[in-house]
């Protein structure tokens, strides 16, 4: 997260202070190769015709609609990749981390994090976690050595149930269980929304909503049912329910 706010930064910075250095660098380099380079003061030309002119100079079209463009291109994707939500998760989990003793214990974004299970935690019980948290930290940090060299939250999990503090502070092993699921829920549904294009394609956009999602469960794990037999399969049918002709 640190990183991505650096590249925000770095972005902002390039729109606004470093378009003349740009601009130096990229006529060294056409000078030096014997490329054209038009005069920024005229208008813009459309295309090889020297008659269509877009009312606007050389220095806007390159600065305004190109480099601009670019660059704010570049915040909407990091916008759209890493939203509000999707921060405050990654910054939750981070905050649970048990490396370096918990050197990243953040007991806001943690609770941030469980504002969004609000099936798991409603009001009564995140004010429980509160409490667990504030309980939990001095105990990790100073009276079990256990929590001490732990590498990831995988481990934290294991401690807590070997431990038996799972019991002790459930609320806790709740959100770490929850924190544990976030990278498989994610990459099940990007797999799932690049395998319809596999499956809804333009012989077949006109499938319901029930047929697609049982395609989709036999596409993604395709190495599951290829150990299935033919046969079972059509016992399971045959099963199910009399029919006119044997399959």
């Known amino acids: 997260m640190g990183m991505l706010d650096l590249a925000k930064k770095r972005l902002q910075m390039m729109r606004e202070t470093e378009w003349n250095s740009l601009l130096e660098e990229v006529c060294s380099f056409c000078s030096k ?9 005229e208008d813009y030309t459309l295309g090889k015709s020297k008659r269509k002119r877009s009312g606007v100079s050389y220095l806007h079209h390159f600065r305004v609609e190109v480099f601009h463009t670019v660059i704010d291109l570049e915040f909407q994707e ?19 981390s048990p490396v370096d003793s918990f050197s990243n214990f953040d007991k806001d974004k943690i609770m941030k994090l469980a504002g969004y299970y609000s ?6 019980k995140l004010r429980e976690l ?16 256990r929590f001490l060299n732990l590498k990831g939250i995988k481990d ?17 092993y709740l959100l770490v269980k929850l924190t544990l699921l976030i990278p498989v829920a994610t990459a099940s549904v990007e797999r799932a929304f690049s395998s319809i294009k596999y499956i809804k ?30 046969n079972a399969i059509i016992d399971r049918f045959l099963s199910m329910k009399t029919r006119r002709r044997q399959l």
């Not at 999990?157 to 502070?169: G, Q, S």
């Not at 999602?213 to 299935?228: A, G, M, P, Q, S």
């Open 33 to 41: 190769h014997d490329i054209p380079v038009p005069k920024m003061d």
């Open 78 to 96: 990091l916008n759209d990749r890493f939203d509000v939500v999707t921060t405050d998760l990654l910054l939750g989990m981070a905050s649970l």
């Open 119 to 124: 099936s798991e935690f409603g009001d009564n």
């Open 130 to 145: 509160d409490f667990q948290l504030d309980s939990f930290i001095v105990y990790a940090q100073k009276c079990d050595s």
């Open 156 to 172: 934290f999990a294991r401690v807590m149930i070997e431990t038996k503090l799972d019991l002790t502070w459930p609320l806790i």
């Open 201 to 230: 394609n333009d012989l077949r956009n006109r499938m319901d909503d029930d047929f697609l999602n049982d395609c989709l469960v036999c596409y993604i794990e395709r190495k599951i049912f290829k150990t299935v037999s033919n």
